[in-house]
């Protein structure tokens, strides 16, 4: 089952892209135009996110999917990486995999030469601390 953790990161990299989340019903969508501030989410990402979440994400669709949200955070979906791009995607817990992640519609990407979608911690760079930390701790 995905989680709220997972489905909200899963959104915020797909903001990054340009991606929209639809609410077809009354034609309503989402866009914030900045997702990341520093070193955490933005207030309007995060707004959208209450949004979304204030209806469990009934009727919410990501723009190129055919789950809606709610059903991403029922324990029949989980998210994965994309085999062709490594962005999270809907998969199906049974271990069947999704065919449409959100990129098939994007032939510009997968793309090196812009910057990557990315969650507000850098694990990465906090990662390589603890392993500076370490060594030195060793000499
Ligand atoms: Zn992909």
Redesign the pocket.
Known sequence: MASQLQVKTYLAYWFQLGKKVLLPKDGGELSPKSVIRGDRYSQEFEDCWQKIIAHQGKDYYLEGTHQTIEQLLTPAWTITS??????P?PTIELGIQSVD????DLPE??NSEIPQPRSPINTVGHLSKIQARLQKDKV
Do not use: F, K, Y
């Open positions: 994309c085999a062709r791009c490594n962005m995607v992640c959100p990129c098939s990407w997968p």
